[in-house]
T-cell receptor
Framework: GENVEQHPSTLSVQEGDSAVIKCTYS??????FPWYKQELGKRPQLIID?????GEKKDQRIAVTLNKTAKHFSLHITETQPEDSAVYFC?????????FGTGTRLKVLA | GAGVSQSPSNKVTEKGKDVELRCDPI?????LYWYRQSLGQGLEFLIY????????KSGLPSDRFSAERTGGSVSTLTIQRTQQEDSAVYLC??????????FGPGTRLTVT
């Protein structure tokens, strides 16, 4: 079946450094790739998304890149801040169903 | 406007009892999803409703799980004869067609 692999499962960075989270998907027909941030005890919230007709998208300190040939996409956070600490989930979708990755726990150390 | 709401926020039940979890989606959203999130784990798809179409139940883990969506709005997830492995946070999300999924705050279910 379809699946999405996400790495690393945990990531610690110093404040101000960059963080990169990578996901690989299996369904080549996937065309929508959202990223969600979930702070402790809170609901997941969309932080950025990308569609398959675009290779890169930026929004301030966050960016997502997509390589359709390799079927992988990545989240990049620059100039990390303590409030970036959370669990990040990637997902891949070609219809209504999102297949989520297993999450990355990011810790930004002050 | 109001976001997705869920009730109860916490539910503790004894093994073998039935539970009902409620989701109120964002008004006007035609799509509604249920997910299960076990401690420290990812989001496991359970079921999807879209308008008046037949729901996609492919993620329901067993026949003890069922869900309804009445009038294209409120949804109820029912777990019969609960087991300890059912303990998790149950998240509901809604979206307009092809758009972002908005999540509710979840219901934390503990089966003792």
């Amino acid at each position: 079946g379809e699946n999405v692999e996400q790495h690393p499962s945990t990531l610690s960075v110093q404040e101000g450094d960059s963080a990169v989270i990578k996901c690989t998907y299996s369904d080549s027909a996937s065309n929508y790739f959202p990223w969600y941030k979930q702070e402790l005890g809170k609901r997941p919230q969309l932080i950025i998304d990308i569609r398959s007709n675009v290779g890169e998208k930026k929004d301030q300190r966050i960016a997502v890149t997509l390589n359709k040939t390799a079927k992988h996409f990545s989240l990049h956070i620059t100039e990390t801040q303590p409030e970036d600490s959370a669990v990040y989930f990637c997902a891949a979708s070609r219809t209504y169903k999102y297949i989520f990755g297993t999450g990355t726990r990011l810790k930004v150390l002050a | 406007g109001a976001g997705v709401s869920q009730s109860p926020s916490n539910k503790v039940t004894e093994k073998g009892k039935d539970v009902e979890l409620r989701c109120d989606p964002i008004s006007g959203h035609t799509a509604l999803y249920w997910y299960r999130q076990s401690l420290g784990q990812g989001l496991e798809f359970l079921i999807y409703f879209q308008g008046n179409s037949a729901p996609d139940k492919s993620g329901l883990p067993s026949d003890r799980f069922s869900a309804e969506r009445t009038g294209g709005s409120v949804s109820t997830l029912t777990i019969q004869r609960t087991q300890q492995e059912d303990s998790a946070v149950y998240l509901c999300a809604s979206s307009s067609r092809t758009a972002e999924q908005y999540f509710g705050p979840g219901t934390r279910l503990t089966v003792t």
